[in-house]
């Protein structure tokens, strides 16, 4: 089991900066990838970036390429998403999920998820 606890939402203003925390615990979180995914109000859950365990590969969605990094720091069991040049479409829930496997856009192939933390970019 792998538990994972979100930190660092928040308000900001259109153009500005937040960074995300995921904090896991439980069972090896540098054999897991990482993801980061969001939902906003009304729509279905999306793929934002992922990880691959090594922290060698990482992968964007193209609404936040250029503008997010997903990063890692496995002696600390810790995944960030440094999020830059926000936009209104930014907000929504942001989750944290984990998996056993290679990277993956897909949500259904996470095991393990983060209760969510609220981004919120007023224009």
């Known amino acids: 089991q792998v538990a994972l606890v979100e930190s660092g939402g928040g308000l900001v203003q259109a153009g500005g900066s937040l960074r995300l925390s995921c904090a896991a615990s439980?069972?090896?979180?540098?054999?897991?990838?990482m993801g980061w995914f969001r939902q906003a109000p009304g729509k279905e859950r999306e793929f934002v970036a992922t990880?691959?365990?090594?922290?060698?590969?990482?992968y964007y969605a193209d609404s936040v390429r250029g503008r997010f990094t997903i990063s890692r720091d496995n002696a600390k069991n810790t995944v960030y998403l440094q999020m830059n040049s926000l936009k209104p479409e930014d907000t929504a829930v942001y989750y944290c999920?984990?998996?056993?496997?290679?990277?993956?856009?897909?949500?259904?192939?996470?095991?393990?998820w983060g209760q969510g933390t609220q981004v919120t970019v007023s224009s």
């Open positions: 999920a984990a998996r056993e496997g290679f990277v993956s856009e897909r949500s259904d192939r996470y095991d393990y």
């Open positions: 990880i691959r365990w090594s922290g060698g590969n990482t």
């Open positions: 439980g069972r090896t979180f540098s054999s897991y990838t």
